[in-house]
């Protein structure tokens, strides 16, 4: 298992559809712990492979002590809605509020080629979207709205139907 560099949002690799795994070998397997390991030591709870720069359609997500890995994921079904504020380890400093669905299931390749299947709501459920956007080169600012610095302040001011980003008052 090795550390491996997170790309950034300048990095044109992370706007690029990622390519279908074929062979589940060792070399894929390796990929997987190490996006295990490098997803865990930034404190993320999930990485794409193309997050690392490898255009292989490869996620992880870890919630709650259950870590899940997909090989080719495809979500298969979407219901309800949430907006929820997210944050990206390719897009360090920046949050913004996205709209996803409240439940999705989703299915894949294990690491064993086993075909499994996940249900997940709430924070699973954006997570497991969130990963499956990288794939296609979506990053979650493209979705967003209201994209701030976590120290801003987002006020609603309801008489003028707009959001207005405070940062510290000087």
């Given at each position: 298992m ?5 790309l ?5 690799a ?15 397997l390796a990929l ?8 865990r030591?930034?404190?993320?709870i ?5 997050q ?8 992880t997500?870890e919630?709650?002590?259950e ?6 994921p495809?979500?298969l ?9 997210e944050a ?11 709209n ?5 299931r989703?299915?894949?390749?294990s ?18 979207c969130?990963?499956c956007?990288?794939l296609d ?8 709205s209201?994209?701030?610095?976590p120290d801003e302040?987002?006020e ?15």
């Amino acid at each position: 298992m090795a550390l491996r560099g997170i790309l950034t949002d300048e990095d044109a690799a992370l706007r690029k559809r990622s390519r279908e795994v074929t062979d589940i070998d060792d070399r894929v397997l390796a990929l997987v712990d190490d996006m295990i390991e490098t997803m865990r030591d930034a404190g993320g709870i999930g990485l794409a492979a193309p997050q690392i720069g490898v255009l292989r359609r490869i996620i992880t997500v870890e919630l709650d002590d259950e870590l899940y890995v997909l090989i080719n994921p495809e979500i298969l079904k979407m219901s309800g809605e949430q907006c929820e504020e997210e944050a990206c380890l390719s897009v360090p400093g920046l949050i913004g509020r996205v709209n996803r669905p409240e439940t999705v299931r989703i299915a894949g390749l294990s690491p064993d080629g086993e075909r499994v299947e996940y249900e997940g709501s709430g924070l699973l459920a954006v997570a497991f979207c969130h990963e499956c956007d990288h794939l296609d080169g979506i990053l979650f600012t493209d979705k967003a709205s209201q994209v701030h610095r976590p120290d801003e302040t987002i006020e609603s001011d309801d008489s003028m139907g707009e959001t207005e980003i405070g940062g510290d008052a000087q």
